[in-house]
């Protein structure tokens, strides 16, 4: 075997210890509030069949999957006219049948179809995994990454869509990250797509009116005018994404402004509703009505979400909305859902940023016993049994070190206390006591240091 | 977009809600029981560059690996010549440069030499990720698996050998699986190859050795006669395959055997010192000294351990050993580790069998409030507020279904009480309360319901 310099694959990341700790401490916070609201998890395997993802995310989207390929003889289904023409697409689909996922909601319409004879409807479903994507690697944008998704599926009741920003509110709470919650629905541009007669460019007109946090409101005006639509549209569709005021004066204006349109009406209604629910309950995070948020993703069909930091400029750190076909590409038509997703990696990035991680005291043992010798550790294991089976997370150096290497090896890894055990401890049947921070020192007895420690 | 039938890749799997509250009992309790010993999480990609993966698990793993498309032009490496002729070997190391991680160990190896500079060694490390392999799929094994592996690298000490074995031990006995531990030492086995002559054979030996729960003894005996070894050594080895009695006497048989072999004697007296240490311990698990035990992978130097269930026949549930060149093939020489890696599908089967699942309640709701329409549910949010706020996981049905489906809904999922708020509960303050259990029903206020449910 050759030396090989290790490296891991661009885009990739190991996690150490403490990146583990703190990724834990989002991870849980999440997985709590899922449970405390009724939502169960399920996992799905890392690989789909690519009939299953393909054609779920655009023509980018499908270039993006990381394919597997095929074991034994990959080439048996490829043309030898394929391969002499060097023919990549038609090759691709020949030597690969699996994909690695490339998010968890095409993979959860999959198992909500596959599974629809054991699952109660509504479904309420969460969702941690690693998702892969074949994207150019570049700061904060990872080829693996985590995402954490949450999901009722089975109801149009506009109470889930109140239960999320619930959950929302309480998650970044509980991580101590002052948020905005932005919401909208894809009925009111749709409405207003209506109303300017180009219900056929919806999707181009939401392409762009989702730029208006990077361009600008006067590039997007530019950009639509170049659609060519009339001018009085135009300052229709500004007086909109400009109109500043609550959320009632949104909705009173939208009411105006769409009426006519049914679907932009009942894209109001809606709202009025949701925003009816908030108001009684207590919300801590920033709610309000964006009529400029569009989101890219074509199967949302109702409310949109989307949620940034207060304090760190970052993008959205989570978001999602409502879909009422997502299944139907499964064969599985009129099943309603919503849903948001968490994005891990960039809420790391903010509680990093804002100082936000608490100390991650449950990664690390809180004793070390120092080893002596031969006599010390035999004596020492008995001792650190007891300790253990009080539930106390303690070990003890393994080797015969110098004593400062032992206590360089119990800073390196923050443990805050050492016990000294030698022989005239054993003869008295006690513990030298270290505190790490301080370098104070008590002798104590094992009932003591139990009492301690606990 | 067409619609497909869905399904998963063959030896894949989906986790629902209930597996995966079971899964978590035993990821939790073994995640639990490694941090209380000082052990600290890590997590390595789920693709690793080909050159960490390949070579190391021998061709038939190599043939295992799961390889991922390059992105983009995956043949632009590929010669006419080889694409022509169909030389798979050379294509595919032309197309695919990056594998699924087919274990934890070589991606740990990786890792410390990667991150050498980082670590503060001994380091006690546990990762608990899935790892893929291309085998054919069969009853209990998958091509997709999670894999426990808990290592101390960097010391020579066997106090590490004496607490994994303690390791182990709570981590069976908090699951309730009676247990056997096997334990023995690849230096024993080499000396015995040595005082018979076969040292150039060592590995064909413990090929054959390592068979004998399977085939027997005398298909074993049978076996080696096939090597062509004298019947005086033949004698030999079945007299220390079939010795029975304690540690201790097994021990001073292989004394005896192995004088003459300065490795056989090493082996002798780290397996007399690790059981001295475990004598002096509380451990519930019966640990053997089986002198028949080998283990197939060649990287083990020295103690070597494997446990099985007491209760289920299924095979190894736990294995590991002591390595002593782990990391010499990513270029960092004479580290010396030991770990032991968890089977979570072998124990899942384990645990169902002896029927030692807990009840799951974490991931159920303890109580669902029912929707009677729309003045209920606005007033029901107040209150579901309430209940969460106390820390109690509830959730509200989310549409104005009828009773008997709200019910079934509760029934399906678990959750043992349903509080009925309609008009009357509305007027007078109060809440009616399903025991979903008994079908008893209880009328109280909310504080009442708070304190009934803590």
Redesign the interface.
Known sequence: ?S???????KG??????EE??RR?HIFSTIRKVF????Y??????????L??LL??YGDEGD??L????N?G???SS?TDGD??D?N?RP??DA????G?RYDLTVPFA??V???QN?I?F?F??FQIQ?V?R?DRPQKGRY??FYQCDVD?IG???L??E??LI?VIDEVFHRLEVAIEIKMNNRKVLSGLAEVIGERDRFSDLTVIIDKIEKIGIDRVMTELKDLEIAPKYLEQIRSVLTFSGGPQDKLKFLEEILDGSSIGIQGVKEMTMIFN?LQ???VNATVIFDMSLARGLNYYTGAIIEVVSKDVQIGSICGGGRYDDLTG???LENISGVGVSFGADRIYDVLHQTNRFPNTK????SL?LV?FGEAE??YS??LL?HI?QA?????????HAKLKKQL??AN??NIPHVALVGASEMEEGKITLKMMHSGEQKIMTLEELLQFLA
């Open positions: 075997m030396k090989t310099k290790p490296s891991i694959p990739t990341r190991d996690f150490g210890p583990m700790g834990e449970y405390k609201y009724g169960q998890p399920i996992e799905t395997p890392a690989m789909e069949t009939s299953t054609g779920k270039k993006l990381f394919r597997i390929l074991s003889d990959f080439l490829a391969l002499q060097r990549l090759l691709s030597i690969t049948d699996k690695l999959r198992y179809v596959q599974h054991e109660t509504p309420k479903r690693p892969w074949a080829r693996e009722v109801s149009t009741s109470l889930s109140v239960e619930q629910y009684d309950l207590d590409v499964f064969g449950k990664s690390v043992s070390l080893n550790e035999k294991l008995k049994q253990r539930g106390i997370s303690a070990e003890i150096y393994p080797d360089a090896y390196a890894k």
